[in-house]
């Protein structure tokens, strides 16, 4: 209970301290603004080890290890590498990691592969200071990580976006929607075609996609200014409701 | 022309404290306002509504606090009415820092809807990885969900023993502030034909129209409109319902200021072509 | 070639692999695809922490070198061993940072990371009202065209425009008694305007848009997987 009207305090304090900044800038907006970026970068740190190296690779390595499944546990190595020679970019990481697994081993429990993560920290950290040139490995992670990108990319548009909104818009033009619809679509492209002047027929053509762009851009600022004004009211819903009971 | 340029140099102060105001005051004084269902909303209720009792439902959380006024409302109606109609219920995510989000919502609404934590729901928590994820899943969930959020193997509930790959799931719900969704319709939808329904904030619902448009998404929920739309047809107003009367209000006076910043440039015009 | 030319085959052997295994999902190919898409979660979990070097390099240096700001720096800071703690002492105690119970979520993500988060986006609505009364000016026909579907949206949008249409109903029965106030009310007229608006000619323009993007999105993709595009081993 104390806890809890605590933590509804420090939540207001934050919130007015970033509300204080429409006023002008101020030193409590500063530490709020502080605040949020120590904890936001914290918070990477615990996601990144409680949902990805530790469910990912080490419960995984050390089932197969107990199913006797040594190549599927010793392969979980090459995606090991490749995240400890990415993180050659950021070294300041790469000791931090290695006494991350360090105190899993000591307070949690023994993993073959929290050792071998360890020590390819640490290995990765002296060689970033003996040479600071060699971040040049965590091109080849970034290249795995883009190449997946680009693979998985390239299918997808095609079959998830292109052909059914294509096929979309070659409806039967029977009714004014449809028409509409395949006007606006058309129009569109052809107000973004530059490799001509608009003039001419193609000017035309644009000048009614213009239309259809404007009415786009009308109706996604609409919907951004209710977006932006539902985030205040969540807001001040937890001023008046939370902290001050004015709203029962 | 004096009254104009007095108005056109009007503190941006107190045009916040209006909008302040206008937030404010219908938050306190409740009017009473009637919610209009649209159909991007309907069908979205109706695809929920028509899964055969024990189907399950993937909710994607791919929002985070700094969109949890629109979308966490949704949540909560999908919630109840996916509990409703005893549908089986299994959340994940894209974004780290929404699932907890889901946890507070889960344990707001379970406990309502007397269900059980293994038995009606489960919470698989965050994975990196975003579109191999997408397909991954297509081929084996168990691949990047092994365990819940806790460490505990999945495979000890019941129906996520069933759970494998997209055919076991009824519908997929993506809960998405960003470009989340058209990442599920492309990938779970364009590569494996997942029935899809969005829910989205207002910043992106524009976006997703062409999707509903081409039926590539059942239903649509946008914004805090749509939350409190959700929630008239699930019959319990909440956060969504109670925001409304000031979203009119505020809308009412960002509208009343358009007018009048136009009308004095209109007339300052025509008095410098003078 | 070490530097060069091993990232460029890794990037064509890769996506080379996942464009046909989408066409032969059957071994080999599937086997590679599924290893592959898993890897990467695996490496993409490692780039979540990619940034916190320079950022706690900056900030610790601001602290000890006293420059201006230093005590903010240290907030971050302290902030960041603070939280880095409790997420990882909640997630031994309770097997997961996000157990309601844990420290983890009622210290630090409850009173602290939703409040800083959704207040941070919501000052944006306030900027919205000084941008709406300053600077959206019908300049011209474009401007115009723009604002008015922005306020036919807005008012369609909230049940300001159920109520106005419920007044401009009351005036036109006033004027004209023989019409039917009941079902001119349920027409609803600024709704059914911003529905059409927004799943027929915005939906067409958003679709020629994103068709225009999504074409330029495969031709970039095609270049990287070629290896013409190279500015990611920067």
Known sequence: MIARIIGTWVAATLTIGILSFLYKDNPLYKAAEHLYVGTSAGFAIIYSWAFDVYPLLVERFDTNMAAHNHVEAWILLLPAVLGVMLLSRSNLTLPALAALSVLMIVFHHFSLILVVLAVLCILMFVSTLIDPGIDWVSRWSIAFTVGIGAGLTLTATIQGYLLPQISDTLRPLVNVNNIVVFVGVITTLFYFYFSREHRGALGAVSRVGIVFIMVAFGASFGYTVMARISLLIGRFYFLLHDWLPIIR | MKLWELLASVDRRILYLLLSLAVALPLILKPKITVRVSDPVRSAFETVDQLPAGSVVMISIDFDPSSAPEVNPMLVALLRHAFRKDLKVMVMGHLALGLPLAEIALNQVAPEMGKVYGKDYVNLGYRPGYTALMVGIGRELRDYFNTDYKGVPIDSFEFMRRVHTYRDVGLLVSLAHGAVADAWIQFAGGRYNQPIIVGCTGVNAPNLYQYLHSGQIKGLIGGLQGASEYETLIQKPGSATLGMPAQSAAHGLIILLLIIGNVGYLLSRRKAKK | ?234
């Open chain 3, 1 to 234: 070639m070490l530097k060069r030319n091993v990232p460029l085959i890794i990037v064509f052997f890769t996506s080379v692999i996942l464009i046909i295994a989408f066409f032969i999902p059957h071994r080999p190919f599937g086997d590679l695809e599924s290893r592959f898409l898993n890897w990467y979660a695996i490496v993409a979990g490692f780039t979540l922490l990619l940034g916190l070097d320079s950022l706690a390099r900056h900030h610790l240096i601001q602290v000890f070198r006293r420059r201006p700001g230093w005590p903010y720096s240290l907030l971050l800071v302290l902030s960041l061993a603070a939280t880095v703690t409790l997420g990882l002492y909640s997630w031994f105690k309770y097997r997961s940072p996000f157990d309601l119970r844990a420290p983890f979520m009622w210290l630090i993500y409850t009173p602290m990371i939703i409040p800083l988060q959704s207040t941070m986006f919501a000052t944006l609505a306030f900027f919205i009202v000084s941008a709406a009364y300053r600077a959206f000016r019908i300049r011209n026909f474009a401007a115009t065209l723009l604002l008015v579907a922005a306020c036919l949206v807005m008012i369609g949008n909230v049940p300001l425009g159920g109520t106005i249409w419920r007044g401009i109903v009351s005036l036109v029965h006033a004027v004209a008694p023989s019409l039917d106030p009941a079902r001119l009310d349920r027409m609803e007229a600024f709704a059914a305007i911003k529905d059409w608006l927004m799943s027929t000619p915005q939906a067409a323009a958003s679709r020629g848009i994103n068709i225009g993007l999504s074409l330029g999105g495969m031709a970039m993709s095609l270049r990287i997987i070629l290896g013409i595009e190279r500015t990611y081993m920067s």
